[in-house]
């Protein structure tokens, strides 16, 4: 019998998944359980399979559905099952048997064990390292009552502890909701959740409900099922993520915007910039890609609401050729559907953009699309909140845009991100001498000296053009200022 080594543990082989759990413990029992559909058969699959090919014998015991559904299942991901030997434990024959079901003999303690004894014989020709069962449901009908399925359970757990067998068990959850036999009984515990909103497809995620002496990631995270199996994205955890950097400022190409902001944008900060829609919240963000493009940097946008076709064609009006940055993999570009795109899932590119494609300006447009794929505003705050903070520890410039209500006046963003960011940019349309206009300003800066001024801007076929401080004018931020001077001392654009 080979010893096991207490440092060994069985892999998922699921990208996410390992990180979260650190795999199993070697001749362990452990529960995984989730409603019907979650993706526990898809799971437990894809562990077996990482286990044949690392040379381990594996058995899949299937008490809830035929061989031949399995093996479709596992079709539609196109695995072969090569390695992962696969026994559907069908009630005995004389158990089916007209007359034995008619019998006032017939007990369930017979079902039971001729069940306990066909998987054991089962485990014996063949020996396995890895070993899933699906289902429990199956088990504590056959068992009826609480005490004789615990007691199973704890024979089962025993026999392949013995053995060194690392076991994986399934469970629907269609018991009472107060049943928790397994939790006590299992080394760990893994529970898998499928969330319906009210609006696009459904949305699944997985905790670890308990892993005794092991170290583990907390909390939800979320997953996909996708042909080819199964992807866990681990919640984000900035403080894992530290770098060393020269938080020095990058200036943009235009002197006026840089003056503004008091001398551009430190690597490692955040930018939010606030506006009602059409104050060329997207477009300010240009100026800043364009620039890092010029240092011979990578940026990387993510664009909740407007489809990229139109904003192309918006920045080719600009002179800025996005399909050609992207064409040239010095953008990343991405169209991002918040109702079909899970938060972690979307965190998960964000890292990507960073690590693998080394994009060190990344865009955010906007926080509004981004709400969408939120529960709640809370949850919203706290991923924002850990999304920046690993931005800002790796050394990349992060934009983010807000859309406020309303045109001019009194205005109000969906939720207030304001104290996440390291430096604010508030744009306004204001009317002055029978012309509407935009304003920008720098109403908050953490890392450096800024214009307390505020200044119209332009956008037109030469870019976005700034002008001089507006100084005859009071009540600009309101929408409806006041002219205090003679107009030539507006700094008025040409």
């Given at each position: 019998?080979?010893?096991?080594?207490?440092?060994?543990?069985?892999?998922?082989?699921?990208?996410?998944?390992?990180?979260?759990?650190?795999?199993l413990?070697?001749?362990?029992?452990?529960?995984?359980?989730?409603?019907?559909?979650?993706?526990?058969?898809?799971?437990?699959?894809?562990?077996?399979?990482?286990?044949?090919?690392?040379?381990?014998?594996?058995?899949?015991?299937?008490?809830?559905?035929?061989?031949?559904?399995?093996?479709?299942?596992?079709?539609?991901?196109?695995?072969?099952?090569?390695?992962?030997?696969?026994?559907?434990?069908?009630p005995?024959?004389?158990?089916?048997?007209?007359?034995?079901?008619?019998?006032?003999?017939?007990?369930?303690?017979?079902?039971?064990?001729?069940?306990?004894?066909?998987?054991?014989?089962?485990?014996?020709?063949?020996?396995?390292?890895?070993?899933?069962?699906?289902?429990?449901?199956?088990?504590?009908?056959?068992?009826?009552?609480?005490?004789?399925?615990?007691?199973?359970?704890?024979?089962?757990?025993?026999?392949?502890?013995?053995?060194?067998?690392?076991?994986?068990?399934?469970?629907?959850?269609?018991?009472?909701?107060?049943?928790?036999?397994?939790?006590?009984?299992?080394?760990g515990?893994?529970?898998?959740?499928?969330?319906?909103?009210?609006?696009?497809?459904?949305?699944?995620?997985?905790?670890?409900?308990?892993?005794?002496?092991?170290?583990?990631?907390?909390?939800?995270?979320?997953?996909?099922?996708?042909?080819?199996?199964?992807?866990?994205?681990?919640?984000?955890?900035?403080?894992?993520?530290?770098?060393?950097?020269?938080?020095?400022?990058v200036?943009?190409?235009?002197?006026?915007?840089?003056a503004?902001?008091?001398?551009?944008?430190?690597?490692?900060?955040?930018?939010?910039?606030?506006?009602?829609?059409?104050?060329?919240?997207?477009?300010?963000?240009?100026?800043?890609?364009?620039?890092?493009?010029?240092?011979?940097?990578?940026?990387?946008?993510?664009?909740?609401?407007?489809?990229?076709?139109?904003?192309?064609?918006?920045?080719?009006g600009?002179?800025?050729?996005?399909?050609?940055?992207?064409d040239?993999?010095?953008?990343?570009?991405?169209?991002?559907?918040?109702?079909?795109?899970?938060?972690?899932?979307?965190?998960?590119?964000?890292?990507?953009?960073?690590?693998?494609?080394?994009?060190?300006?990344?865009?955010?447009?906007?926080?509004?699309?981004?709400?969408?794929?939120?529960?709640?505003?809370?949850?919203?705050?706290?991923h924002?909140?850990?999304?920046?903070?690993?931005?800002?520890?790796?050394?990349?410039?992060?934009?983010?845009?807000?859309?406020?209500?309303?045109?001019?006046?009194?205005?109000?963003?969906?939720?207030?991100?304001?104290?996440?960011?390291?430096?604010?940019?508030?744009?306004?349309?204001?009317?002055?001498?029978?012309?509407?206009?935009?304003?920008?300003?720098?109403?908050?800066?953490?890392?450096?000296?800024?214009?307390?001024?505020?200044?119209?801007f332009?956008?037109?076929?030469?870019?976005?053009?700034?002008?001089?401080?507006?100084?005859?004018f009071?009540?600009?931020?309101?929408?409806?200022?006041?002219?205090?001077?003679?107009?030539?001392?507006?700094?008025?654009?040409?």
């Amino acid at each position: 019998m080979r010893v096991t080594d207490p440092a060994e543990f069985a892999l998922f082989g699921i990208k996410g998944l390992d990180e979260v759990t650190k795999g199993l413990a070697r001749a362990r029992l452990f529960l995984l359980e989730g409603s019907p559909g979650t993706g526990k058969t898809t799971i437990a699959t894809q562990w077996l399979m990482a286990g044949a090919e690392a040379g381990e014998r594996c058995l899949y015991v299937t008490l809830s559905e035929t061989d031949v559904e399995f093996r479709a299942g596992a079709a539609s991901h196109g695995w072969s099952m090569e390695g992962v030997e696969i026994f559907e434990l069908i009630p005995p024959e004389s158990l089916l048997d007209e007359d034995q079901q008619q019998s006032l003999l017939y007990s369930s303690d017979l079902e039971l064990g001729e069940t306990t004894k066909r998987i054991f014989q089962k485990f014996e020709a063949l020996k396995p390292t890895r070993i899933v069962i699906d289902s429990l449901s199956e088990i504590r009908l056959l068992a009826q009552s609480s005490l004789r399925y615990r007691r199973q359970i704890l024979a089962l757990k025993h026999y392949f502890a013995r053995h060194n067998a690392t076991v994986l068990m399934l469970d629907d959850m269609t018991a009472e909701a107060n049943d928790r036999t397994m939790h006590s009984i299992a080394h760990g515990v893994f529970r898998l959740e499928e969330l319906s909103p009210d609006y696009g497809s459904e949305r699944r995620r997985m905790r670890v409900v308990k892993y005794r002496g092991q170290k583990y990631r907390g909390g939800y995270h979320d997953f996909v099922i996708d042909t080819g199996g199964v992807r866990v994205f681990p919640r984000l955890v900035s403080a894992e993520h530290r770098t060393h950097f020269s938080r020095e400022p990058v200036p943009t190409l235009s002197a006026e915007l840089d003056a503004l902001l008091g001398g551009g944008v430190e690597r490692g900060s955040s930018v939010l910039i606030l506006g009602p829609s059409g104050t060329g919240k997207s477009l300010i963000t240009l100026t800043f890609v364009v620039a890092a493009i010029a240092r011979g940097e990578r940026a990387a946008m993510f664009v909740f609401d407007e489809e990229l076709g139109l904003l192309f064609d918006r920045a080719l009006g600009l002179g800025i050729d996005l399909q050609a940055l992207a064409d040239s993999k010095q953008l990343i570009i991405e169209q991002v559907d918040a109702a079909e795109l899970s938060p972690g899932e979307f965190s998960e590119r964000v890292r990507t953009s960073v690590e693998v494609e080394k994009a060190s300006t990344v865009v955010i447009d906007s926080l509004n699309g981004y709400q969408a794929a939120m529960p709640a505003e809370q949850a919203l705050v706290l991923h924002m909140h850990e999304l920046l903070q690993y931005l800002n520890r790796q050394g990349v410039s992060t934009f983010l845009t807000v859309a406020q209500h309303g045109l001019v006046g009194d205005m109000k963003a969906p939720v207030d991100v304001t104290y996440l960011a390291d430096t604010v940019i508030l744009l306004r349309y204001f009317e002055a001498l029978g012309r509407v206009r935009r304003a920008i300003s720098v109403i908050k800066k953490r890392t450096s000296a800024h214009e307390d001024t505020i200044r119209e801007f332009r956008i037109d076929q030469r870019g976005v053009t700034l002008g001089k401080p507006l100084i005859g004018f009071q009540g600009v931020l309101r929408g409806v200022p006041t002219l205090v001077s003679n107009p030539q001392s507006t700094h008025e654009l040409p």
